[in-house]
């Protein structure tokens, strides 16, 4: 008895020592991945551009906010994180980062005191960013953005996930190599993977998450790599696989979507009105050309191709018998039909293809038919607004239904659309209705 007490002693003082070293031995910043010369200077706007790719604004800017200020809730898990001021003021914001703490915000996730940033920091991918986008970053927060005083809400999660130094075992366990490495013997595939893998941060929302929230796939080595994933109770489409976008999409089609919004299928809707808004429709035109040949390439499809065959469904007998039932106006047709022809026919059609560019197709939507209804319910509420952009600046909006329908009725609307033509998707609640309509109420 006594030798089993002696090694549960000297088990717990080896916990404690342990837990000592990871609270408060300092975390070894990364390496930058390539050498520069002291004197490095970035191109004239590559900072900017950079800081548009890897959309820095959408997060790090509260609704109404200061640029950069911070302040905007990011929805998790365990509860609201709030962005940070990255602006330079030196006193609440990074004005006093050097470029080693920046580049360890970028790719360790660690503050210059040695404080862990959640994940919501999507650090995973920032920390493949090259050294020359790392320095371009920094000049141009350092001295193209105007510094701003306020300080930001705290975020302050329970127990114990505020327990910040437990993020250094995640990040153990979470975190690849730094630094972007080819995968292909082709200038523009390599370029669209890494501003997909780095910049742009795709697998943070459209790869599913692990037992421990990592992403599960963060390059096309991985299998379920851009899978698939949730983002604030919304489905994050899959972008690889046999019924992706990008794999039934045309090159046009695709490229489109990213820097207008909108294409002759579908439209952006949550947050992804903000990925094209502030960052994809400032992507040059090489870098669009790459992203989407990159999409592509992993569907195994061509960079380009003249036609692709419009997704129209399975072709069985439901495409035809939901088309027929809306077209006869019969009154006696149950509720969920008769409340599209009300709200939604005159949009979207009675065959749920909507109107190339303008207004999205219902049939075969990703949105409609996602394994979770939030992102439809959410729409359906409270409407949609597409981001205004250079080649397509009209903001076109969807209205909210949310004053006029009950939830039972939301639930009997959004059941018909997921079930009808070639949708096969679960039916909808009302009391998934009640939760959504409560919780966006309340933001």
């Known amino acids: 008895m006594k030798t089993f007490i002696k090694i549960v002693a000297a088990l717990a003082v080896l916990g404690v020592v342990a837990l000592g070293l990871i609270i408060f031995v300092p975390v070894s910043k990364t390496a930058p991945v390539a050498l520069l010369s002291t004197d490095y200077q970035a191109p004239e706007g590559h900072g900017k551009y950079v800081m548009r790719l890897a959309d820095c604004k959408a997060c790090h800017t509260a609704k109404d906010g200061k640029p950069f200020a911070g302040g905007r809730p990011i929805e998790s898990p365990f509860g609201t994180i709030w962005s940070t001021n990255i602006t330079p003021a030196p006193e609440n914001g990074i004005g006093n980062y050097s470029l080693d703490d920046f580049r360890a915000a970028l790719y360790d996730g660690v503050e210059p005191d040695g404080t862990h940033l959640y994940p919501a920091m999507p650090y995973e991918n920032y920390r493949k960013m090259s050294e020359e986008d790392v320095r371009a970053l920094y000049d141009f927060f350092m001295h193209d953005v105007t510094p701003v005083a306020e300080k930001a ?109 909108r294409n002759s299928h579908s439209a952006v809707a949550g947050e992804m009105t903000q990925v094209v808004g502030e960052s994809l429709q400032h992507a040059t035109d090489e870098d669009l050309h790459a992203i989407v040949s990159y999409l592509r390439h992993i569907n195994g499809k061509p960079k380009t191709d003249a036609v692709a065959q419009k997704d129209v469904g399975d072709g069985t007998n439901a495409v035809d018998a939901t088309t027929t039932l809306l077209a006869s106006a019969d009154p006696s047709m149950p509720l969920g039909p008769r409340l599209y022809l009300d709200n939604c026919n005159a949009c979207h059609f009675v065959n749920g293809k909507g109107a190339d560019g303008v207004f999205p197709e219902i049939d075969g939507n990703s949105l409609v038919t996602a394994d979770t209804s939030a992102g439809l319910i959410d729409v359906i509420l409270n409407g949609a607004v597409l981001p205004s952009t250079e080649k397509r600046p009209a903001r076109l909006a969807m209205p909210d239904f949310g004053h006029r329908l009950s939830d039972e009725e939301v639930a009997e609307l959004a059941t018909f659309v997921r079930q009808g033509w070639s949708n096969k998707a679960t039916p909808v609640t009302a009391a998934e209705v009640a939760d959504i309509r409560q919780k966006t109420a309340q933001k």
């Open 153 to 261: 809400p705290e975020t302050d999660l329970s127990f114990p996930f505020n327990q910040r130094w437990g993020i250094r075992l995640w990040d153990w366990l979470a975190l690849g190599d730094a630094g972007h490495k080819s995968l292909y013997d082709d200038a523009v595939l390599d370029r669209g993977a890494y501003l997909i893998d780095s910049l742009g941060h795709c697998a943070a929302c459209h790869s599913p998450r692990n037992a421990i929230f990592a992403q599960e796939g963060n390059t096309a080595k991985d299998s379920n790599y851009l899978s698939g994933g949730v983002i604030g109770g919304w489905s994050a489409p899959s972008l690889h696989g046999a019924n992706s976008a990008p794999a039934k999409w045309t090159a046009k089609d695709l490229a489109d979507y990213l820097s207008t919004g």
